[in-house]
């Protein structure tokens, strides 16, 4: 074996066990990380590995042909190929948002699709990690597992269940009831999912989620897993490898459990320590104001981290009030200076709207980073010659009945500055033409 990878303490950085091993947690009750021999990764020089990643990249070589697996050894080195269950996740689209950058007046403004995958969210990424070492673990029959669950606000359960089902396996998701998309529920329903809706909210899920796997029959999915990280921290490689390697100044990320903005730093500090790029983007974890617990934290100088009960918001897969993932998010944060926003649900449904109009097709949370953005730009802290980069976490239509409510004017409390309603008219020529021209006219001013 070249490569070496194994789970650690994510807080101390000691203790070592194997990826094969049924463990969620450390000794002393902290996250694990998944930790890579990095100096046997560094017998290959920058020039190198930028040549192998970039003759794999959307190629048809299985399983190198996904996002995630063509960086297989930042990932899971020694996984066998033929034990990957790949849905080819990756490889989303970088928007130029030239229009709505022109703008605001942030020209080099880009947004990372990562919601134009096979789920429609950016959860692929960890998902085809996860299960594909589960898989793995099954196939050797090392373990009993009979099944893998997860609690989710929408999206984890989605992508678990497909790729669950694509590998034959039994999956058992956790929702809050009535608290997601009718888009997201049909996902793992469709996809044979167990799909359990229950009366509580995320919070109260992802509890008794994790009661539930103490029985070591069922694997848990959600993001305190941190084989999830190493498949979503490869948004920092790609979004380096559609620059030409090059970092950009800015990137904007929606915040919940905050695996993802901790994915992220990763990723980043990984591309540092293999010699690939030489800095870290200054990076804005966005929250919404009704599930804002690490906003309020940085505001008060990350002196106290104190859990919410999260509102009702429209960014529904971001409503979490304690967020499992915070301590790896925070370590990162403050190791780097990283920021924190928040966004009201009158900011984030504007800002969808209105980077729509300029083409876009954003889910709420990726409205809430917009709004972060907007904020940013309005207090000049962005240069206009800065490159700035957005993660748009889910494809706008898994929460269609949002931005059709905000259009119609029927999302409470809200005053939807950029609605464009649906005109009904009769089936008539005249009729249709005067529409037609008073909307002309209308544009022309
Ligand atoms: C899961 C999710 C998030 C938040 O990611 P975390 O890792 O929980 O912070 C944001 N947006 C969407 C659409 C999601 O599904």
């Not at 597992?145 to 609690?151: D, Q």
């Not at 790729?163 to 793992?188: D, E, F, N, W």
């Not at 928040?342 to 709420?364: H, I, M, V």
């Not at 800065?386 to 993660?391: A, E, G, L, Y």
């Amino acid at each position: 074996m070249r490569y070496d990878a194994w789970f650690r303490d994510a807080d101390s950085g000691m203790g070592r066990w194997e990826l094969d091993e049924i463990i969620y947690r450390s000794p002393t009750g902290g996250l694990l990380e998944v930790a890579h021999d990095m100096s046997a990764l560094k017998q290959l020089s920058p020039a190198a590995w930028i040549r192998l990643w970039e003759g794999r990249y959307k190629r048809t070589q299985w399983p190198f042909s996904s996002g995630v697996w063509g960086k297989k050894e930042m990932v899971l080195p020694n996984i066998p190929d033929e034990d990957i269950v790949s849905l080819d996740e990756g490889g989303t689209n970088l928007f130029w948002a030239e229009r709505f950058g022109r703008e605001l007046g942030v020209a080099d403004l880009w947004v990372k699709q990562c919601g134009v995958s096979h789920t429609g969210s950016f959860k692929d990424l960890g998902m085809t990690v996860l299960v594909s070492q589960v898989n793995h673990m099954i196939k050797s029959g090392k373990h009993q597992i009979m099944g893998v669950a997860c609690a989710s606000t929408g999206d984890t359960s989605a992508a678990l269940a497909a790729y669950c089902a694509a590998a034959g396996i039994t999956s058992v998701v956790l929702l809050p009831r009535g608290k997601i998309s009718p888009a997201q529920l049909i996902q793992p329903i469709a996809n044979n999912a167990l799909t359990l809706a229950l009366d509580t909210d995320f919070d109260g899920c992802m509890r008794l989620v994790q009661q539930l796997t103490e029985d070591k029959k069922l694997y848990l999915a959600n993001s305190m897993n941190s084989l999830r990280i190493e498949g979503q921290k490869t948004i920092s490689y790609e979004i380096v490898q559609q620059f030409d390697w090059e970092v950009p100044d800015w990137i904007f990320i929606p915040g919940g459990n905050l695996g993802n903005v901790s994915a992220l730093y990763k990723g980043f500090e990984e591309l540092i320590e293999l010699g690939v790029t030489t800095r870290i983007p200054q990076i804005v974890c966005c929250q919404a104001e009704a599930a804002n617990p690490l906003y309020l934290a940085y505001k008060n100088q990350w002196r106290d981290f104190k859990p919410v009960v999260a509102q009702e918001t429209q960014a529904s897969a971001i409503r979490i009030g304690d967020p499992v993932s915070r301590s790896k998010a925070i370590k990162a944060l403050m190791k780097h200076g990283g920021k924190v926003e928040q966004a009201s649900e009158q900011e984030l449904a504007d800002a969808t709207a209105r980077a729509d109009r300029t083409g876009l097709f954003n889910c709420p949370h990726t409205g809430v980073a917009l709004a972060a953005l907007i904020k940013f730009v309005e207090r000049g802290e962005i240069k206009a010659s800065h490159r700035v980069v957005v993660i748009s976490t889910a494809h706008g239509l898994k929460f269609g009945n949002t931005k059709a409510d905000y259009h119609m004017g029927t999302l409470p409390g809200i005053v939807p500055r950029y609605a464009n309603r649906p005109v009904e008219l009769p089936a008539e020529r005249t009729a249709v033409y005067d529409a037609v021209m008073r909307h002309m006219d209308k544009s022309m001013k």
